[in-house]
C-alpha cells in the first residue's frame, strides 16, 4: 500500500515531469516558456504543502527555510546574469516551493541523504549535465575538423545568412578591423552587419541552448538517482 508521503512525492515528480517537459518543447520551438507554468507549479506546491501539513507533517520542517533561501539566491543569480533566462529562474523558484525536502518513493532516490535542500539537487544536477555540452560541441568540431580554441568547445561555424535566422548568437566580433573573440555580443545584427561588411560569410557562433532540457533531466535524475556531486563527494572521502 503506498503510503500519504510516497503518494504526495508522486504527485510531486508527476506535476514535475508534466510541466518542465512542456517548458522543454516551447523553449526548443521559440526559446520561451509562458509564466503560467510555473504559476501552476507553485500553486500545486503550495496545496501538496498544505496536504501533508495537514496529514503526516514533515520529518525536518527546518528545511523547509530553504523554500525562501533558494528563491533569494536564484533571484540573486539572475541578477548577475549566471542564470540568463527569467523562465529558467522562475521554473527554479516554483521547484523550491514543489519539493523543498528530499523525496522518497519506495526505493528512490537511490543514492540518497545529500545535505542540500532537494531543489539544490536539481539545479546542480542540471548545471552538470549543462556543462557536457562544450565537450559534445568539441567532439563535433573533431568531426568537422574544425577545431580553433576556444570556439571550438562553444559553438561551431555557421554561414552568417543563416545564422541570422537560427537560435544562435556570434561568437566574434570585429575590433578595429580584426576579428576577436567575444563569448555575447550587445547587438548581434550589427555584428553580423560588420562582418559581410567584410566580405566574411562564416563565423564562429554558440548555440542558445535551452535550459529547460537539462532541468528536466537534473530533475529526473534527482527523483530516480539523487545528487549527483553528492554521490561523488561521498564516494572519495
Known sequence: MIETLELLNIFRFITGILL???ASYTDIKTRRASNILWL???SIAVILLIIQYFTIGFKNPYYLIFIPVMIGLVYLLFQMRIIFG????KALMAIAILVPLEPSIVDFPISNGSFMPFSWSIFQNSLIIFLLIPLSLFIFNIIKRNIQFPYAFLGYRMNI?????????????IVDGKRKFAYMP??????YDKFEKKGIKEIWVTPKVPFMIPLLIGFIIAFIFGDILFYFINSFI
Open 186 to 191: 550587445k547587438e548581434f545584427d550589427a555584428e
Open 86 to 89: 527569467g523562465a529558467d529562474a
Open 20 to 22: 518542465l517537459s512542456y
Open 40 to 42: 501552476i507549479m507553485g
Open 161 to 173: 545568412k543563416l545564422a541570422r535566422k537560427k537560435f544562435v548568437w556570434p561568437l566574434e566580433k
